[in-house]
């Protein structure tokens, strides 16, 4: 669609949607109902006081997860199967299956860009129909203006702008809930920001998402460079940590098998297995070949701290160790955030030797905050 006429279109909705009372509700699905830290039957009550209700989530036509119908059926539940209130909300309601990520490979918790250099590369990119990072040209990165976008790294981003940018204008000036506030509500808010759009936020309904992977990342200015196969983050101007995905633990593996047999593992088991399936093919009673769905396998990532580093011997011993690994931890869990929990341990894991008196030291502190046995940590997603 041409910029100028997109423009026209997007100024017609925002004039349309000016005093309507309307809510927006981000990703309140089964799949994230865990981190959800209020009643969802309450939200959805108090949604259905409005004249007009978006629900946007993370559907079967995007990441494969829960589709529309199921949604609803899902929100009668929540409502005690109450008709009367079930009808109402729905009849107000629109869902939108908005997807993913879009922007979070440097938004994520904070650790490549702030939330502004965010909103003025997407900005550019809707000003000047630009769909996919990747297009961009060297002109365009320094048009921009953001010191932290190079331009021999934009193959490394998964960024672009989603379909969503085309129905958000009409819902200008909602109020928005949902969540989580840092993460999938974060993406929409930016973009809608790039959009000149604006949102109220509703507290009492916005769950946060695990604090523990963004805490770190939202007070220091971290950067990171790489894939899900190996990356690295750095405090800069203290030090670094990098590593990457092993197929296992071979050093460690008493280990791991100690923390699979913990409520943690079992729980995210679980709940990656009763949300995911698998398929196969298989012969029926006929003999004929056939399709059929199954509960995916529980396979959790494994990720290896294989070098960490603090330049000046003075910033040793004030934390900023643990913060380097904590952020190389909130990495990991983002590239293994559809494999249901991934499994983090020290270089010694893989090579049987290799991490120092000091690195040693930050695995004994990071055992207190995370599932852990040795120098391997588990978190559950």
Same mark, same amino acid.
């Given at each position: ?66 589709? $529309? ?7 009668? $539940? ?72 190079? %331009? ?6 998964? %960024? ?44 009492? %309904? ?42 296992? %633990? ?132």
């Amino acid at each position: 669609m041409p910029s100028l006429l997109r423009e026209y279109i997007r100024n017609k909705l925002i004039e349309q949607a000016s005093n309507k009372g309307s809510l927006i509700v981000v990703d309140i699905q089964p799949e994230y109902e865990s981190g959800t830290t209020f009643d969802i039957g309450d939200m959805l009550r108090a949604a259905a006081e409005y004249n007009e209700v978006l629900f946007l989530y993370n559907g079967a036509d995007t990441l494969g997860m829960i589709d $529309e119908q199921s949604l609803r059926n899902y929100y009668f $539940e929540k409502l005690d199967y109450d008709e009367e209130t079930y009808e109402e909300l729905m009849s107000v309601s629109e869902f939108f299956d908005k997807g993913y990520g879009f922007f979070r490979d440097v938004m994520d918790s904070d650790i490549c860009f702030d939330r502004n250099s965010v909103i003025k590369i997407v900005k550019y990119m809707i000003d000047n129909n630009v769909q996919d990072i990747r297009d961009l040209d060297e002109e365009d990165v320094q048009s921009i203006g953001v010191s932290e976008l190079l %331009f021999d790294d934009l193959e490394d981003y998964g %960024f672009w702008v989603p379909e969503l940018q085309d129905v958000l204008p009409q819902w200008n000036g909602s109020d928005i809930a949902g969540g989580a506030r840092n993460e999938c509500l974060a993406e929409v808010e930016i973009l809608a920001s790039a959009q000149g759009l604006s949102f109220r936020q509703v507290n009492e %309904f916005i769950y946060e998402g695990d604090t523990r992977y963004t805490e770190g990342m939202l007070s220091e200015s971290f950067k990171t460079k790489g894939s899900s196969d190996y990356f690295r983050v750095e405090l800069p101007g203290i030090g670094y940590a990098e590593g990457g995905e092993q197929l296992r %633990f071979q050093e460690c593996q008493g280990d791991v098998d100690a923390l699979m047999k913990t409520p943690e593992f079992l729980a995210a088991k679980e709940k990656y297995e009763s949300n995911n399936t698998s398929k196969d093919i298989v012969k029926d009673e006929n003999g004929k070949w056939t399709e059929v769905e199954k509960p995916a396998k529980f396979r959790p990532r494994f990720y290896d701290v294989t070098n960490a580093w603090i330049n000046n011997p003075e910033n040793r011993g004030k934390g900023n160790g643990k913060k380097i690994y904590n952020a190389f931890i909130a990495q990991a869990v983002y590239h293994s955030r559809n494999y249901g929990g991934v499994f983090i341990g020290a270089h010694r894991c893989v090579m049987g030797s290799g991490t120092s008196e000091d690195a040693q030291r930050v695995w004994k502190s990071l055992a207190r905050d995370y599932p852990s046995s040795g120098m391997v940590i588990f978190v559950g997603l």
